[in-house]
């Protein structure tokens, strides 16, 4: 049966519950061990070395598909001005107009930081009780190919400066007072959790914010 989401979850080493000034690196993750469901096309977890096919393969699959676990660190990415979106200048969709295009890459905070996270799960698996422990960290430079549990933000973040934010505080456009946008695009950067609960929150604050302010007098509602 696919459980949908089932394990635990700890912020001890996530944003200010841990001191990073020894660390070497800010942010940090949120490291969870977590069950998705004994899925049999997606899971059929190996050690590092399994042949990819055959026999060993299979006998591999059956020895360890009940007796894996897998602990992680979801975390924290900066905001770069070298990882930004612009429209691509080759691509383009079936109407002629050109694609969205991210230039994202990791940098020397977030190496430090899936790193020092991979040594805690390690930790982790060990008192565990793990008996083969296959540690791993995202492809540096990034690769979007492997799957990650990645949270893509930003594009029209909001701030308090026109000139650095497409959005004013209450979601709605400089520049386009009739304009408001809800969405993770509102974020500069993604924390070390999952933006799901903020991006409803600051929607409901927006709706609020168009019915009680907007509505009753249409224009700017932040003058700057």
Request: charged residues 15%; glycine residues 12%; proline residues 7%.
């Amino acid at each position: 049966m696919g459980a949908g989401a089932l394990g635990t979850c700890m912020d001890d080493f996530n944003g200010d519950n841990y001191d990073f000034a020894k660390a070497g690196y800010i942010g940090g993750g949120g490291i969870s061990c977590a069950n998705s469901g004994a899925r049999p096309i997606q899971y059929h977890p190996t050690p590092r070395g399994t042949p990819r096919w055959g026999s060993a393969w299979k006998k591999a699959v059956v020895d360890h598909y009940n007796h894996t676990a897998r602990i992680g660190n979801q975390g924290a990415v900066m905001a770069y001005r070298q990882n930004y979106l612009d429209l691509d200048p080759t691509y383009s969709d079936a109407f002629g107009r050109p694609l969205l295009r991210m230039t994202f890459d990791f940098q020397d905070n977030e190496i430090k930081q899936m790193n020092g996270q991979a040594d805690i799960c390690v930790n982790i698996a060990k008192e565990m009780g793990a008996k083969t422990i296959d540690r791993s960290i995202s492809p540096v430079p990034y690769s979007i190919v492997p799957y990650q549990s990645t949270h893509n933000t930003g594009g029209a973040v909001f701030g308090t400066d026109r000139t650095t934010s497409v959005l004013n505080k209450y979601m709605q456009v400089w520049d386009v007072p009739n304009v408001f946008v809800t969405g993770a695009c509102v974020f500069p950067q993604n924390a070390g959790k999952n933006p799901t609960g903020p991006v409803g929150a600051l929607a409901y604050w927006a709706a609020d914010a168009i019915k009680n302010k907007y509505l009753k007098t249409p224009g700017p509602l932040v003058r700057a």
